[in-house]
Every structure is written in structure tokens, then in C-alpha cells.
């Protein structure tokens, strides 16, 4: 299947769009949501189904929907899977979303409902200062 432009600019891929329509979540409103808005932030952007949840990449892999999470929608920022070097990462948080699990590794809490509203363009910025750093 060909993968299509979204308005935005990004890339959807069909097998995610089949895993989002068989997917039950509670959180499934903001995860539509934020699948849009990761993908319309650079039309580099593009998507697959790794690690059983929708993943973001421009070369490599470099975010995560966290689907066990069922009351806040959570998404894990990486360097792809494979080995790199050790390099610290820089995020904007005002918002007191984002939670370091390593230098190159962070888990952003957007949260659900007005939450996760509120918390929009939060991850817009978090989003574009990661690509930028890749």
C-alpha cells in the first residue's frame, strides 16, 4: 500500500491507520489527535507500527505512543532502537510534561480531555526540537 501526504505534511501509513481502526483504547480520541499533530509538524515526518503502537520517524524511529498508559495519552521521545552515541537531548517544558528516563530518552505526558488541549502545542515544540537534534 502507498503511503499518502497529509494535509500537515507528514506521511500516513496504511498499516497504522488498520492497527488505530482495531485499536480499543480509552485514549483513542487523543491518539488520533496526536498522530495528526506529530505528523503535521515537518513533512519528514512519517509513521509505522513499531513496538505494537504507532511510532514516529524522519531517517530513524524518534517517538513512541505509550499505549499501556490508559488514563493520560503518554508518547516515549527515543534515538530509534539501534546503538548510538551517548548525546543529551534539549526539549522546551513549560508545561512540566516531560520526564527524562536518560539523556537521549523521555517520556512526555500530554494527558487526556482538556489536558491534553491544553497541552497541544506543548508537544508541537517537543516534536520539532527533537527532529531538529536527530
Not at 33 to 51: F, Y
Not at 80 to 96: I, S
Request: net charge positive; aromatic share 6%; charged share 25%.
Amino acid at each position: 500500500m502507498a503511503k499518502t501526504l497529509t494535509a500537515g505534511g507528514g506521511r500516513k501509513d496504511p498499516a497504522v491507520a488498520a492497527f488505530l481502526d482495531a485499536l480499543d483504547h480509552p485514549l483513542k480520541k487523543e491518539i488520533l489527535a496526536a498522530r495528526t499533530l506529530i505528523l503535521g509538524v515537518d513533512p519528514a515526518i512519517g509513521e509505522g507500527v513499531k513496538w505494537n503502537a504507532p511510532s514516529f520517524r524522519t531517517v530513524d524511529y524518534f517517538a513512541t505512543m505509550h499505549l499501556r498508559s490508559r488514563d493520560a495519552l503518554q508518547i516515549v521521545f527515543h534515538r530509534d532502537a539501534k546503538a548510538k552515541a551517548a548525546r543529551t537531548m534539549d526539549v522546551p517544558d513549560p508545561a512540566g510534561i516531560v520526564k527524562w528516563l536518560a539523556p537521549d530518552r523521555c517520556l512526555v505526558t500530554v494527558g487526556a480531555g482538556k489536558t491534553f488541549t491544553a497541552n497541544r502545542a506543548a508537544l508541537k515544540d517537543i516534536v520539532r526540537a527533537w527532529i531538529d537534534q536527530l
